[in-house]
């Protein structure tokens, strides 16, 4: 059997169909379980403990109802019964293991749930724990890739011939969120790593971004925390920019509709664009999304990706072999819908990094 963990949970033999689909994107499969041990089984702890990080994914695996996960994370917890109770108290104060970790639960609580709710008090906030700046950016890694991790799950026990154990329920779009195809800005919370001073563990992790943003204030944000970046960097790019599949301009819709169901200005700009400019419609085409909706969309392979990177981001836990069926009748292979399904996932954390880490910034 494997030691990846996604495959673990599912029982998915390398093999298997399933397996050897994943092993075709295996950049992307190496990447997810190496992101996985930086985050939970961190060489450098950054000043957030084993136990920390293991609560608070605990945390987000039971607030996003991945009972799987939950109990892989529940496993690295150990006997510490106080840490286990104080992650399974949602409804509660979480209390049971001390005024930091409750402390860790809520700003996680927050991240996973409302991202855009995040400002710079509760920066601040962790900061006066006594967390690093890189110990804030290795949390937000974690409580963002949890999101990640669930949705992959999903896609993949759908994929499996499984799931969809809640109602689908609808998908709403952050009505009130100012999307727009303009050029939007980014301001981090937390000083960017500079590349005069910056390590060569930073360097290096910034080397595994693509190309073209590897510069960026974003990525120089994410770079405090060298280890999650290195390889979410890696991870990022090849969901994105890996080659066959997925066409380009798919995979670019896909990411635009996510970011428009979690309200993340910033990514939906650059995102809806891009989608755009692999089109023949061009800009209309996101446009008639914003002003109009999910419905907006009416060509048929275009509409079923719409619907589907809706439900998986807004319902995971609803994502069923159903929900695969419109994107095989429009001619979507077993490649396409696992890039699909990555992009999706990896969007769940992006918008979240995004979201709480910094402030998008509006043309005037």
Known sequence: MTDDLIESILGIAPESPLGLLRRRRPEA???????????????????????????VALRVALREGDAGLAARFRTLLGGDARAIAAAEDLDGAGNAAGPRLAALLRHAELVATRPADCGQAEIDALRALGLSPQAVVALTQLVSFVPYQVRLLAGLRAMQGGGGTVPPGLAPVAADR???????????????????????????????????????????????????????????????????????????????????????????????????????????????????????????????????????????????????????????????????IHCVAMFANANRLMQSLGDSILPE
């Open 29 to 55: 499969l190496r990447h997810a379980e190496g992101a996985y041990r930086a985050l939970l089984l961190p060489v450098d702890p950054a000043g957030l403990s084993p136990v920390e990080r293991a609560a």
């Open 178 to 340: 100012p999307f727009t195809l303009a050029e939007v800005g980014w301001q981090p919370r937390l000083p960017p790593v500079e590349e005069a001073g910056a390590t060569p563990a930073q360097l290096a992790a910034l080397e595994a971004c693509p190309p073209g943003r590897r510069n960026s204030v974003y990525f120089r944000t994410l770079a405090l925390d060298p280890g999650s970046l290195g390889e979410r960097g890696a991870l990022f790019a090849t969901v994105m920019y890996a080659p066959r599949g997925l066409p380009r301009a798919e995979r670019e819709l896909s990411t635009a509709i996510v970011s428009m169901v979690n309200g993340c200005v910033y990514c939906c700009a650059v995102h809806a664009r891009r989608c755009g400019e692999g089109t023949k419609q061009g800009p209309a085409m996101a446009r008639r999304l914003f002003t109009d909706g999910l419905a907006a969309e009416t060509d048929p392979r275009r509409r079923a990706i719409v619907d589907f990177s809706a439900l998986l981001t807004a319902a995971p836990g609803a994502v069923s072999p159903a929900a695969l069926a419109p994107l095989r009748a429009v001619g979507l292979d077993d490649l396409e819908l696992l890039d699909l």
